[in-house]
């Protein structure tokens, strides 16, 4: 799979080549429901058969000059929010607590725990200095001046650790579909 594919590299004949669409995708798409919690192997088939599913019904309504795979990811994304969404439904709540949670609450809070839940996963691999610092700016609200004291570091080097480490979670984030 190239990133840079439009749409347009997959239409012949003035219509969409699944099969390659399929071929070249399969995986990234598998890699974006891979890299969601909680999802078994037959909900992941279901996801990927209703992703290629959904883009073969709108094949007419694509953006040709548009890029393949964010488009690709919003649509695995939108599909496994319905999952769970169909999940929480089933789950019995509260008078009082159905007042308070809608569906776009839901959506907001599934989309964070994903996002964080991915950058978990992935911050220890990042170096156990900038794993350090994230932490301690981010998790445990320190201050700049107080992390480079208790690193025996310059203000500027502890803020240009950050701004590399937020840089590398982005491309993680990217690679996950967010």
Partial sequence: ???ENTIDNYIVENDLDMPKVFEDYY???STIIKNKQNINIED???IISDVFLILWKN?????????FSPYIAGITKRVIYRKYREHYKNIEISQDESEIISDFNV???IEQKEMNDCITKNLKAIGNLEYEIFKKFYYEGKKVKQIAKE???TNSNVKTKLHRTRKKIKEILK????
């Fill in 1 to 3: 799979m190239k990133k």
């Fill in 27 to 29: 995986h990234y798409v």
């Fill in 44 to 46: 992941e088939e279901e």
């Fill in 59 to 67: 094949k007419d309504r694509l953006d040709r000059k548009a890029i």
């Fill in 107 to 109: 959506d907001k809070v």
């Fill in 151 to 153: 690193m025996h570091m």
């Fill in 175 to 178: 690679v996950g579909g967010f």
